[in-house]
């Protein structure tokens, strides 16, 4: 019989930390995007503009996952990219880049770009992590519930500490998403209150 592997709810907390997704990969995908020169902010035509987000797709690709990506596949994940921002309430498309494009805001698109680049690779991280975890295994999403209790009671809802550990086991990928957004929340207090601090910091 093979022995159940225990989930390492420290590991997993610190791998998901807000602040090591953000070094490991936002600064890097960021770095990619502000070392990319644009010679021409505008598109003069179709062809051209093309091109420019195929250079950068491919640019953006080789820098993250030094790989080559044949043009075909940098201009449709490009498109892609682009129209799905049609669904996302940004109303632009492909259509609506090209036309900023055409206007001298190519950089807006590009940063789209880098920026689609950015979240698909947390995603992908993030879901890679979760899923150390056996979605199968319901004793182990009990077990991850109870040494969640034990280590961080104080950061659950009030609704959710009134529920069993196997109630609570059935939305554990939601526990840990929670746990990460209470962690970014306090991060983002206790950076606003240093920054205050040093504002208003007396002279010896």
Partial sequence: MVEKKKVDLDKLIEDLDPDKINEEIGMQHADVRNKYKIDNIKAESWDDFKKQIIDYVKHHHKKVYKTDMPDEMAYSKAREILENMRYQGQKIGFEGAFDLARKGKLPKVIDELANAFEGEHVHAYTQHVMERIDPLDF???????????????????????????????????????????VVKEVKSHMKKYDAKVKKYEPRE
Avoid: N
């Avoid at 004793?139 to 991850?144: A, R, S």
């Avoid at 009671?153 to 109630?167: A, N, Q, S, V």
């Fill in 139 to 181: 004793d182990q999403h009990v077990d991850l519930v109870k040494q969640y209790r034990v280590k961080y009671d104080k950061f659950l809802p009030k609704d959710m500490k009134k529920r069993t550990d196997e109630e609570l086991a059935k939305y554990y990928q939601a526990l840990i998403t929670h746990h990460g957004d």
